[in-house]
């Protein structure tokens, strides 16, 4: 049975990111110490802590102060428990048909996929912080980073260089923006996570990437003014846009490349 285990793996990794968003926000370590209630700071027993579960058994209130739990929570669970299955299934990645089990071709698709898992669910680790807290954490781009290089120079040298060669042209690119707009637009954290995404996709990848998210952005950023939600000239986080279009970039990027170059070629 491998989607079950899959999504409770996710919805295990999310309830971990709520953990690492809220810490690395608040000030404790994001890996020492026991999860404790926001609101009266009691620590949370282990079965205050089921992924989704607890959620519903309590009621959506902490069971010692009785302050309503936020919506975040279960909705990062399940999202990465989605994600999760969706990761595997595009790694091709898949179970054998007759017997249900997992088929294991070679050493390279295991570390394929397991690559692409600490890609995704740091991606929207950062998503959430952006989101919650207008951060990009430098203790989840960091060590992101680093497994990224790992993982490229197991793959191949001339990955490596061509990709850390585009992670410096776009970190340049939106460093750029923030000194032109004194930060008004983005932060140093989005320049750091510029890097991250060059290093991650490469060419062309990186060029669908950045012009999905400068898309999606600019749209909803109306949209938001339209409603009145933000002024024009108002910050908004620009992490989630970036790490959406990483992600669809990620698996879809050359594919969305090409079908571009033929319509490019047919104009």
Same mark, same amino acid.
């Not at 999606?216 to 002024?231: D, E, M, P, Q, S």
């Given at each position: @049975?491998?989607?079950? $285990?899959?999504?409770?793996? +996710?919805?295990?990794?999310?309830?971990?990111?709520?953990?690492?968003?809220?810490?690395?926000?608040?000030?404790?370590?994001?890996?020492? +110490?026991?999860? !404790?209630?926001?609101?009266?700071?009691?620590?949370?027993?282990?079965?205050?802590?089921?992924?989704? %579960?607890?959620?519903?058994? *309590?009621?959506?209130?902490?069971?010692?102060?009785?302050?309503?739990?936020?919506?975040? =929570?279960?909705?990062?669970?399940?999202?990465?428990?989605?994600?999760?299955?969706?990761?595997?299934? %595009?790694?091709? =990645?898949?179970?054998?048909?007759?017997?249900?089990?997992?088929?294991?071709?070679?050493?390279?698709?295991?570390?394929?996929? &397991?690559?692409?898992?600490?890609?995704?669910?740091?991606?929207?680790?950062?998503?959430?912080?952006?989101? #919650?807290?207008?951060?990009?954490?430098?203790?989840?781009?960091?060590?992101? *980073?680093?497994?990224?290089? #790992? =993982?490229? #120079?197991?793959?191949?040298?001339?990955?490596?260089?061509?990709?850390?060669?585009?992670?410096?042209?776009?970190?340049?690119?939106?460093?750029?923006?923030?000194?032109?707009?004194?930060?008004?637009?983005?932060?140093?954290?989005?320049?750091?996570?510029?890097?991250? @995404? +060059?290093?991650?996709?490469?060419?062309?990848?990186?060029?669908?990437?950045?012009?999905?998210?400068? %898309?999606?952005?600019?749209? &909803?950023?109306?949209?938001?003014? %339209?409603?009145?939600?933000?002024?024009?000239?108002?910050?908004?986080?620009?992490?989630?846009?970036?790490?959406?279009?990483?992600?669809?970039?990620? $698996?879809? +990027?050359?594919?969305?490349?090409?079908?571009?170059?033929? !319509?490019?070629?047919?104009?």
């Amino acid at each position: @049975m491998v989607w079950p $285990f899959l999504f409770v793996l +996710g919805i295990s990794v999310g309830s971990f990111i709520n953990c690492v968003v809220y810490r690395v926000n608040n000030g404790p370590s994001p890996f020492k +110490g026991r999860s !404790i209630c926001t609101k009266c700071k009691h620590q949370l027993r282990w079965k205050d802590n089921i992924p989704l %579960l607890s959620f519903l058994l *309590l009621g959506r209130r902490c069971r010692y102060c009785s302050s309503p739990i936020s919506w975040q =929570y279960p909705l990062v669970e399940l999202a990465t428990g989605i994600l999760t299955i969706l990761i595997f299934k %595009l790694t091709n =990645y898949l179970p054998v048909p007759q017997a249900g089990e997992l088929r294991i071709t070679n050493y390279n698709d295991f570390l394929t996929l &397991f690559y692409n898992l600490l890609v995704g669910w740091a991606l929207l680790a950062i998503f959430v912080s952006d989101l #919650i807290y207008t951060t990009i954490p430098d203790e989840i781009v960091f060590p992101t *980073l680093f497994i990224v290089f #790992i =993982y490229l #120079i197991f793959q191949s040298p001339n990955f490596l260089i061509s990709n850390f060669l585009i992670s410096l042209l776009t970190a340049s690119f939106f460093y750029f923006l923030v000194l032109i707009t004194h930060g008004r637009g983005m932060g140093l954290g989005d320049v750091k996570l510029a890097g991250l @995404m +060059g290093l991650i996709l490469g060419w062309p990848k990186i060029i669908i990437a950045l012009y999905l998210a400068f %898309l999606t952005g600019a749209f &909803f950023g109306v949209i938001l003014i %339209l409603l009145k939600k933000k002024k024009f000239g108002q910050y908004i986080a620009f992490g989630p846009f970036l790490t959406t279009a990483t992600f669809i970039s990620l $698996f879809w +990027g050359e594919e969305i490349y090409q079908w571009g170059e033929k !319509i490019l070629g047919l104009l």
